[in-house]
């Protein structure tokens, strides 16, 4: 029975290192390979023991796909590929290919420069990583080999977010990595065919949450930074380079703009402006509205922000600075932040999920006091924000993933268990298919009814459209008999005929021959004519013919008369058949013993 | 399955591919050479253009003064340019499902397909191709709007009076159904139909057929096409390229195994080597700036000209043309420009790992950032202001007919400090220079055509090795010029069947074999015999659904046991419902098995005779003959029917059932 195998590393029942492997007509695949923010210990990367105890995996695995840049989804990436063992390919879009190994290396950066980590990847790892990547286009078909098949589709989420159609033979899954389901101001929506997976695998961060307008969440964002300034305080937003900055930055540019406000916006860290042509030469993979006028006004060029050195943290006045990374977890937003902490002037908005362990999550609970390193504590007086901006299908967006791809089986990977336990209801009653949610090392197993794809003879099916038509007739559907061959792997379905011809057989014929007996004073030949007579009124649906040399034909059921000179009223009916005839010629043997109607 | 021929002009396709029940059209490229019969359209009053006399027969009996002009003995249409469209009564374009791109110089006659035609079909093209290929066409719209002509010369058209007109004017064929540009309004139009495809993406059309575009290697987003279904594979080669300039490699591997290989858009100057003559066109440009003296260089504003400006990029220093001015002057320009850097995906590894860096994929965002490079909409406006000479500007059309060259023509023509170097293959450039003659101008031919040429074409072919190659009529024969070339034409084992304007073609497909789907339930109940090695078979009873082109065959269900009733007596006495049809046989009986079984089934006294064919054997307890042969076996039992019934299994025991 052929069956699909999805078992999560990482993202069961969790968010934070992706890493689901999936089990697909004899190919094994990974997809995404992230790490966990949370963690400091080996909990940071997904258990790759979980394929092989020892050695590498290039065996176990036919690709890897990777699904977007973030952390969460290829932070373990050199970790698999150059210290655990990976040499086969490794596939992304184009624009993660190009921003992956950089945000790998800050990741890198902070955890071995500043934390003086030893045990991790190294900067000529991640390069040897990349060199096995092979980019992939949106909604090109890429063959991973003779039965494996890849597409991408666009996800929205971040720049170069892609979801992926995993296909061998009649048998698909879809992966949907982070996919939002609207655009924003910089990514279009996701978008997917009908293409009718056997499992999708959606993300669900915000299971349970239907979100309130995009227009809503903006006008909160920019009054509460407005509010903050005008009383000139400093506002912190922790982000990561690339993603929500440049929707939130395009957005405080054109608010800056209308309202003619002077704080400066600073953007921290170098990346800003390489960030930002990755955007312009990205600009395909953005929404509709920026690639229609990038030429005119390229909306990835700011006038209002203005990079950010360390010591403007401590100048006076009001400003707004964006700082990596997101959740507060290390570098330099943690940096601003523990020096604006005391001061309830200040507010830090964080505008996207934080996972558990990280200052970010810590703070959006309502801790005050936060433990830092060398035993000392920090008081935590400014406001705290949460302003959800990542971009995340919500409920109402995984449901219409659904309703655009229909799936046969839905599993839910990336949330929290009890959110998901609620979507789960939710789909199963709705589109009433099994919804699975499969924790971390358990295996979800879905059995598929493939139908079996065969070379059907032109001539064949050509007689059979002929004869019965295109759409089987609902009362006496037609019968087609024809003849599988299997030879190499090959499997042709032929007439019987043409099967004995290519097999090199003849035919063998079966034939029964039934003498009836039954008295009658006509001639010979009025007998056959009363036979003709009758069968002609019996058999509507047949064809009965009486032919000339003094035969009936009933079918292919030969039917004669004969008498001896000495009995010429003793007639002898002789019915002569083929096996192929078998249950007319048995029927005419029966009714014609029982004598002719008077 | 059938191709029309809607263009004979072998890089400016137009195909109609009529497969399976799909009629797929292939390109649509507009013959803009027409052009070159009509004078030039100044932007800036010429005194010169418009002192022309007009032409009258030498007899004085056709008088076409107001629509024909003399220039320097020539005889030219004065009115707005018109273009050769590809043929429209061959076939009923609103019958078209779907039209196939394959690069952006052979979708100009889109909108003459697509609109007022009845076309309701969709247009498939990459997103280089689509938004390059708009931007040419808005640059032809805008060409042709922003010099208005108040009159349009129709009489000259007129069958009786065309044939009384100076050569080359009284030759040419079907100008009835030339047609001025289109508007913008159509273009968008036109443009609305397209949908967006990637490389390698397969598009189902129908259920019946898929297509999917491959990297052509000529042009950005250029592509081939293979047309296919799951026994039929049509490759469609289209302007292709080998040479390594900024497009992405072609993908020649895929067109592997085509039944038709049709073959269209080899280069269009087979004896020019491209590199040869962008080293020409290098020193020839050097050479006349440093003398002093200005360049021209009439182009299309997207393709060979960001291969040029890489070009000049790396020359410009060591040339010392640093300090000349460069000016790119188009109504698309700048767009061509910013759009170039936008497609990383769809270029050569080469540039797309700039953008990784990240940095622009062509060189010439920094030739603009250092002012080198300056690109204008067209020479009025700020341009006017900042010329400064001698320098060096790119500008079209191509043909000399119309947009900003015109006016270069008309004020660097008289002086031979200057040149003009043609690098754009599409037309003759003595006939595109014929309107401005005498020149005192240089002029230099550097014609750079990077698509296949002959070697390169047959090596392919016998790469990938398709069963039949359809092609333009040309590529049959050595060029006009050079009857001796026999490598200047295709040389192919069976030959090429060859077409031209308006050709209907059967192409050669011996189809035996169609996709169908069994259902599981259906394949589950199969069961396979062995009847040599490796070889085994089943007989399929099942029923046929087909439907959108897609077979599908689901088992036989049992019609529902008829309830016991009053009926029920009659059972008998009605012939049977379904013909349920039976399987053929094959194999033999053996003599002795067979007397075997039937001594085991309690059938003792058997009498047997042999014959010349094999045996009888005679049941003398049961008066019954059977008769076996090799290659068959008769019954013949009177009376008894489950006697015939039971002997029946008996002998099927034997057989294999196919
Ligand atoms: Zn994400």
């Known amino acids: ?598 | 399955m059938k191709l029309y021929c809607l263009s004979g002009h072998p890089t400016l396709p137009c195909n109609v591919l009529k497969f399976k029940s799909t009629t797929i059209m292939l390109d649509c490229g507009l013959d803009i050479t027409a052009s070159l019969y009509f004078l030039p359209l100044p932007l800036v009053h010429s005194p010169r253009l418009s002192k022309l006399p007009g032409w009258v027969s030498k007899d004085g009996a056709v008088n076409l003064e107001k629509e024909l002009k003399e220039c320097s003995g020539r005889v030219f249409v004065d009115s707005q340019p018109e273009f050769c469209l590809p043929e429209r009564e061959l076939l009923d374009l609103s019958t078209i499902d779907v039209i196939l791109i394959s690069n952006y110089h052979c979708m100009m006659a889109l909108p003459y397909i697509t609109e007022n035609t009845g076309f309701t079909g969709t247009v498939y093209a990459t997103e280089p191709t689509l938004q390059i290929g708009r931007l040419l066409m808005e640059e032809l719209v805008a060409f042709m709007e922003r010099v208005p002509k108040a009159h349009t010369a129709t009489c000259w058209k007129n069958k009786d009076i065309q044939k009384l007109l100076p050569a080359p004017l009284k030759d040419v064929v079907d100008v009835c159904s030339w047609r001025r540009c289109y508007s913008m309004l159509e273009v968008n139009s036109a443009l609305s139909k397209v949908q967006l495809v990637g490389y390698s993406q397969k598009v189902e059309l129908f259920g019946a057929v898929q297509v999917s575009p491959l990297s052509s290697g000529y042009s950005l987003g250029s592509s081939n096409w293979i047309i296919q279904s799951h026994y039929e594979k049509v490759s469609y080669v289209s302007g292709s390229s080998l040479l390594t300039t900024h497009p992405q490699p072609m993908d020649q591997s895929s067109l592997k195994n085509s039944d038709v290989l049709i073959l269209t858009g080899l280069t269009q100057i087979p004896t020019a080597n491209p590199d040869g003559m962008l080293g020409e066109f290098c020193s020839n440009l050097s050479m006349t700036i440093r003398a002093g003296g200005n360049v021209l260089v009439p182009c299309y504003s997207s393709g060979v000209i960001y291969d040029l400006l890489e070009c000049l990029y790396q020359f410009m220093d060591s040339a010392n043309l640093g300090n000349t001015p460069f000016y790119f002057i188009s109504p698309v320009a700048n767009s061509s420009l910013e759009f170039s850097q936008i497609f990383a995906e769809w270029l050569c590894q080469n540039k797309q790992s700039k953008v990784y860096l990240p940095e622009p994929p062509f060189p010439h965002a920094e030739l603009i950032q250092t002012n080198k490079l300056k690109h204008y909409p067209s020479i009025h406006g700020d341009f006017s202001s900042e010329f400064r000479q001698p320098c060096v500007v790119f500008t079209g059309h191509p043909s000399l007919r119309f947009g900003d060259v015109v006016h270069f023509m008309e004020l660097w023509g008289k002086s031979s400090l200057n040149t003009i170097i043609f690098t754009e293959p599409d037309f003759s450039y003595l006939e595109a220079l014929a309107p401005y003659q005498p020149l005192a101008m240089k002029c230099v031919y550097c014609p750079i055509d990077t698509r296949l040429n002959f070697h390169q074409v047959s090596k392919l072919l016998k790469e990938i090795q398709p069963l039949h190659v359809v092609c333009p009529e040309p590529y049959t024969q050595p060029p006009p010029a050079q009857p001796h070339r026999t490598d200047l034409m295709l040389e192919l084992q069976p030959a090429p069947m060859a077409y031209r304007r308006c050709s209907v073609l059967g192409l050669p497909f011996r189809r035996r074999y169609e996709r169908i789907h069994l259902l599981p339930e259906l394949a589950k109940s199969l069961v396979l015999s062995e009847m040599k090695t490796g070889v085994s078979v089943a007989t399929v009873s099942a029923v046929l659904h087909s439907k959108d082109n897609k077979h599908v065959l689901q088992p036989v269900v049992k019609p529902a046991p008829v309830p016991p009733s009053k009926k029920r007596k009659r059972v008998t006495e009605d012939p049977p419902e379904v013909l349920d049809p039976k399987p053929l046989l094959t194999g033999a009986v053996p003599l002795e098995p067979f007397l075997a079984l039937l001594h085991k089934n309690g059938i003792m006294e058997v009498k047997v005779e042999e014959t010349s064919g094999g045996h009888i054997l005679h049941l003398q307890a049961e008066d019954v003959l059977i008769q076996l042969e090799e290659e068959g076996t008769h019954i013949i039992c009177d009376h008894n029917e489950s006697l015939r019934t039971a002997l029946r299994d008996l002998v099927l025991r034997f057989l294999h059932k196919l």
């Not at chain 1, 939130?248 to 960030?275: D, H, Q, V």
């Open chain 1, 1 to 598: 029975m052929p069956e699909i195998k999805v078992t999560p590393l990482g993202a069961g029942q969790d968010v934070g290192r992706s890493c689901i492997l999936v089990s697909i007509g004899g190919k094994n695949i990974m997809l995404d390979c992230g790490m966990h923010m949370g963690y400091n210990d080996d909990r940071r990367f997904p258990d790759f023991s979980y394929i092989t105890q020892n050695g590498r995996l290039t065996e176990f695995l036919d690709c890897v796909i990777i699904s977007h840049f973030h952390l969460d989804h290829c932070g373990a990436l050199p970790y698999m590929s150059e210290m655990v063992g990976y040499d086969g390919p490794i596939y992304m879009t184009h624009p993660t290919k190009a921003i992956c190994p950089i945000l790998l290396e800050d990741f890198r950066k902070i955890t071995v420069d500043k934390k003086g980590e030893t045990n991790f990847f190294t900067a000529q790892m991640i390069k040897d990583c990349m060199k096995k990547v092979v980019p992939l286009n949106l909604h090109q078909t890429v063959q991973v080999d003779e039965e494996l098949e890849i597409k991408a589709y666009y996800a929205g989420h971040v720049l170069g977010a892609a979801m992926v159609q995993i296909k061998v033979g009649l048998e698909s899954v879809v992966y949907t990595g982070d996919y939002n389901m609207t655009p924003d101001r910089h990514l279009g929506a996701a978008w997917i065919d009908k293409c009718r997976p056997d499992i999708l695998i959606s993300e669900s961060t915000y299971a349970t949450t239907i979100r309130d307008s995009k227009r809503c969440r903006e006008r909160d964002f920019l009054k509460k930074v407005h509010e903050t300034v005008e009383r000139g305080g400093k506002v912190l937003i922790p982000v990561f380079a690339l993603g929500r900055a440049q929707e939130l930055c395009i957005l405080l540019e054109t608010f800056w703009e209308r309202m003619n406000l002077k704080a400066p916006i600073y953007f921290s860290t170098g990346l800003t402006e390489k960030a930002n042509n990755y955007y312009k030469l990205f600009i395909t993979w953005t929404n509709q509205k920026i690639r229609k006028t990038f030429v005119q006004r390229n909306m990835f060029e700011f006038k209002h922000i203005k990079a950010f050195d360390r010591s403007y943290a401590d100048n006076p006045g009001p400003m707004v600075v964006f700082a990596t990374p997101g959740m507060l977890h290390a570098g330099q937003s943690l940096h601003i932040f523990k020096k604006w902490a005391g001061n309830e002037k200040n507010m830090v908005i964080m505008p996207g999920y934080c996972v558990q362990g990280t200052v970010g999550h810590k703070i959006l609970n309502g801790q005050k006091k936060l433990e830092m390193e060398g035993r000392s504590t920090l008081d935590v007086k400014l406001q705290v924000e949460y302003m959800s901006f990542s971009a995340h299908a919500d409920a109402k967006g995984i449901m219409q993933l659904i309703r655009m791809a229909e799936p046969r089986n839905m599993l839910l990977v990336h949330g929290e268990a009890k959110k998901m336990e609620f979507l789960k209801d939710k789909i199963e009653q709705e589109f009433n298919i099994s919804c699975f949610m499969p924790a971390n090392g358990e295996t979800t197993t879905i059995v598929t009814n493939p139908n079996v794809p065969v070379d059907i003879s032109l001539n064949l099916l050509k007689r059979e459209m002929a004869l019965g038509g295109p759409l089987p007739d609902s009362k006496r559907p037609r019968t087609m008999r024809g003849t599988l061959i299997m030879k190499d792997n090959s499997l042709r379905l032929v007439s019987p005929e043409q099967a004995l011809k290519e097999l090199g057989l003849s035919e063998h014929q079966l034939r029964f021959t039934c003498r009836v007996q039954l008295h009658d004073s006509h001639s010979d030949s009025e007998t056959l004519g009363r036979i003709y007579t009758y069968l002609k009124s019996a058999l509507k649906n047949y064809g009965v013919q009486h032919l000339p040399d003094g035969t009936v034909i009933v079918e292919s059921i030969v039917i004669k008369v004969t008498s001896s000179p000495e009995e010429p009223n003793l007639k002898v009916i002789l019915l002569s058949w083929s096996y192929q005839d078998e249950e007319l010629g048995s029927f005419l043997s029966t009714l014609l013993k029982k004598g002719l109607p008077s």
